[in-house]
């Protein structure tokens, strides 16, 4: 269930303000630096920035840097000759390359082993790069677009990111708000949702209730607009009717309604349901969990521990 085809939803003052900015930026060609938790929509926005500006009919390419082996993600930006290195049976042109005057977003560019970060860094600066194993000088044209839900300043005191490359992609930052800090979107984001995956699965739904968007309202998104889409995805599948319940949606979402609508509950129980939460959102990924509640990996590890969140 893709969200490539949504509109962004800017019916919250913070997220106006990012539109406005996104529009602004779009018909230049600077470097731009998104930020913003995970699952806030950050290459929904790197896209949205390409579509609004002249580089709208160029080729727009994403490389993930996180998910990538390095000497993958450096062969996949920069191409390689062949012969460069074991395996390499034919050149291969990279997004550098193949980008034109279109966009090239760099996905988690925190994740960037250092050689690739002083690379990186020549191609902003000269923009030319050469492929690996190779020796002519490459021109680029392509608009870069970096995205990272890390701290760079943090990483760049601790020595994991080079100082001069978070300069340079620093100059223009856009953060992206978390889903919480833009409520005003909350709504309008889960009707696009729920129209956009009723299309995709064949269903034909109502509205959302009012209890239902009581429930969506009262519930903190800490995995933001990717758990909101999965959440609406899963009611979708659930759901045996022609309008979604409370009860198609998963536990975390209607407990919070719950605590919301006078029950009482402990801190204990509020704590567990948030981490259970957060865990959910980004797939048990302990180290994202631990940032977006803002406590370390050993602390969450003994909470889970505790709670039993296996």
């Known amino acids: 269930m893709s969200d490539t085809r949504i509109p962004w939803i800017a019916e919250d003052p913070a997220s106006k303000a990012v539109l406005e900015l996104a529009r602004k930026v779009a018909e230049t060609g600077t470097t731009i630096l998104i930020i913003g938790e995970s699952g806030t929509g950050k290459d929904h926005l790197a896209r949205l920035i390409h579509e609004l500006g002249p580089r709208r009919d160029a080729p727009f390419l994403k490389i993930d ?150 429930m969506l309202t009262s519930y903190s998104w800490p995995g933001n607009v990717r758990e909101m889409r999965n959440a609406i995805e899963r009611a979708l599948v659930f759901s045996g009717g022609a309008a979604l319940i409370a009860e198609d949606f998963p536990e975390t979402v209607r407990a919070a309604d719950a605590a919301y609508g006078g029950a009482l509950r402990s801190l204990e129980d509020m704590e567990r349901d948030a981490i259970r939460a957060t865990l959910e959102a980004t797939r048990y990924k302990i180290g994202k969990s631990a940032e977006i509640l803002g406590i370390s990996r050993k602390t969450l590890l003994d909470k889970r521990k505790k709670y039993g969140l296996n």
Not at 85 to 98: D, H, I, P, S, Y
Not at 181 to 188: F, K, N, S
């Open 65 to 214: 840097c996180a998910s990538l082996p390095q000497e993958l993600v450096e062969s996949e930006l920069f191409g390689h000759e062949r012969g460069a290195f074991t395996g390499a049976v034919e050149r291969k042109l990279g997004r550098l390359e193949m980008g034109g005057s279109g966009t090239i977003v760099l996905d988690e560019v925190a994740a960037l082993s250092p050689a690739t970060q002083s690379k990186l860094l020549r191609v902003l600066e000269e923009r030319q790069f050469e492929r690996l194993g190779g020796t002519e000088t490459i021109s680029i044209t392509a608009r870069l677009i970096a995205l990272t839900n890390a701290d760079l300043a943090r990483l760049v005191s601790d020595g994991r990111f080079r100082e001069d490359l978070y300069f340079r992609l620093s100059v223009l930052t856009i953060p992206v708000p978390a889903l919480r800090a833009r409520p005003a979107d909350i709504l309008p984001l889960a009707d696009a949702l729920l129209e956009r995956g009723a299309r995709v699965h064949g269903r034909v739904v109502a509205p959302f209730s009012e209890p239902v968007k009581k």
